[in-house]
């Protein structure tokens, strides 16, 4: 009797091979599910004990770094971060504004977590540019014209800012129009447009009116701005102009394009 054709051997091969690769993709068992959804309901509540329940992610304390004339303590006592909560529940947004709300020197901060139990506080301070008189006291003024400190001693390189803006004809109609916050960030702009070399011998930026600005310098000498306006070109012009008529005491770049010097 004749064997199977090859043809038959195939079909046999195939069909001896078929049901254990169905098994071998089918559906995963319902005990595999469980055991896969039990393992995860573990881990996360393992995460959550160790976020909120653990004491090793807990805040053990603040470290700050950036700070010039504040110190630690002080933002530290200002940022009110409750130690012993859980790092994770800290409200970094409302650290923030405490700091800025209670100290106003400081112009920008980041509060980062600093795992696994820290609070870390990155200041940074504003810089006066201008200091006014109050008294027997010094506000600090920085370049955005915020008047943000008053201080007992006066800040060493910061000219004094003069704001003397007369209260009728053309002077008293520019107090009217601005208003005196925008007369002391005219200053500023004016203060922070001076060449170096003049900005070092600035000591003191008059305000009369918005366009009525000027410098005094040491060793007697002043500088007639004009308005905040044209900054880099009025600079320009100092600059050349001072080059060219180092004894002079008088200059004046209110019109960059005709600026003019004189001895007296």
């Known amino acids: 009797m004749a064997g199977p054709t090859t043809a038959e ?34 881990v996360a509540g393992g995460t959550v004990w160790v976020l909120y329940g653990s004491n090793w992610t807990r805040v053990d304390g603040v470290s700050v770094s950036g700070t010039r004339v504040l110190t630690p303590a002080q933002v530290r006592e200002a940022a009110d971060v409750p130690v012993g909560e859980p790092l994770v529940s800290i409200d970094t947004e409302a650290v923030e504004a405490r700091l800025r709300r209670k100290l106003p020197r400081i112009d920008e901060v980041d509060v980062e977590r600093s795992w696994p139990h820290g609070i870390g506080l990155k200041v940074t301070e504003r810089t006066p540019v201008l200091i006014v008189q109050k008294g027997k006291n010094f506000v600090e003024v920085d370049d955005e014209g915020v008047r943000f400190a008053t201080v007992s001693r006066a800040p060493k390189g910061v000219p004094a800012l003069e704001l003397e803006p007369g209260r009728s004809g053309s002077a008293g109609a520019s107090l009217r129009r601005f208003g005196d916050d925008r007369l002391v960030r005219e200053a500023v702009r004016v203060a922070g447009r001076l060449p170096a070399a003049v900005a070092r ?37 100092l600059a050349a102009l001072m080059k060219a008529t180092p004894k002079a005491r008088h200059f004046d770049v209110s019109v960059p394009t005709a600026p003019a010097s004189s001895a007296s």
């Open 201 to 237: 011998d600035a000591r003191l930026v008059k305000v009369r009116s918005y366009d009525d600005i000027s410098v005094e310098l040491s060793g007697e000498r002043t500088v007639a701005w004009g308005s905040g306006e044209q900054g880099t070109d009025k600079a320009r012009a």
């Open 9 to 42: 051997r195939g079909e046999r091969q195939q069909e001896s091979s078929g049901p254990p690769r169905a098994r071998r993709f089918g559906p995963p068992r319902l005990r595999t599910i469980i055991i896969t959804a039990v393992s995860l309901a573990l």
